[in-house]
Nanobody, 128 residues
Framework: QVQLVESGGGSVQAGGSLRLSCAAS????????MGWFRQVPGKERERVAY????????YYADSVKGRFTISQDNAKTTLYLQMNSLKPEDTAMYYC?????????????????????WGQGTQVTVSS
C-alpha cells in the first residue's frame, strides 16, 4: 500500500503561481512512475505531468508545457508540481499518483502503468 497526501492548492489570479506537494509513504519502492493528474467534475481526468523516477525522464501535457515543472526531493518521498502562469482553465482538483511502469514511449515514460495509487486531491482555482 502507498499513501499519498497532497497539499498546496488554493485560489489564485490568472498569471499567478502555486506549488503543489505530495508526501508519499508506505511501500513506495515499486512505484517508479510518480505524477499528477487533474479532474473537473463531469469531465475525464487529464494527465498533467509524470516523472519516471528511474532516470528522471518526464512527461507534460501539451496544455501545461513551459508553465508547469514536476520534481522530487532527493529522498523521493515528496513530489512537487510548480505551476506558473496559471490560467482559468487550470482550475481543477489535482491528484498525486504513484504507479509501477509497464511501458513508456518516446514522449511519455509512464505511458502504461499498473498498481496505481492516488491521494485525496487538492483544489486549484484560478480566477480571471
Amino acid at each position: 500500500q502507498v499513501q499519498l497526501v497532497e497539499s498546496g492548492g488554493g485560489s489564485v489570479q490568472a498569471g499567478g503561481s502555486l506549488r503543489l506537494s505530495c508526501a508519499a509513504s508506505g511501500y513506495t519502492y515499486s512505484s517508479n512512475c510518480m505524477g499528477w493528474f487533474r479532474q473537473v467534475p463531469g469531465k475525464e481526468r487529464e494527465r498533467v505531468a509524470y516523472i519516471y523516477t528511474t532516470g528522471g525522464s518526464t512527461y507534460y501535457a501539451d496544455s501545461v508545457k513551459g508553465r508547469f515543472t514536476i520534481s522530487q526531493d532527493n529522498a523521493k518521498t515528496t513530489l512537487y508540481l510548480q505551476m506558473n502562469s496559471l490560467k482559468p482553465e487550470d482550475t481543477a482538483m489535482y491528484y498525486c499518483t504513484a504507479s509501477r511502469r509497464l511501458a513508456g514511449n518516446s514522449g511519455d515514460p509512464c505511458w502504461r502503468v499498473r498498481d496505481e495509487y492516488w491521494g485525496q486531491g487538492t483544489q486549484v482555482t484560478v480566477s480571471s
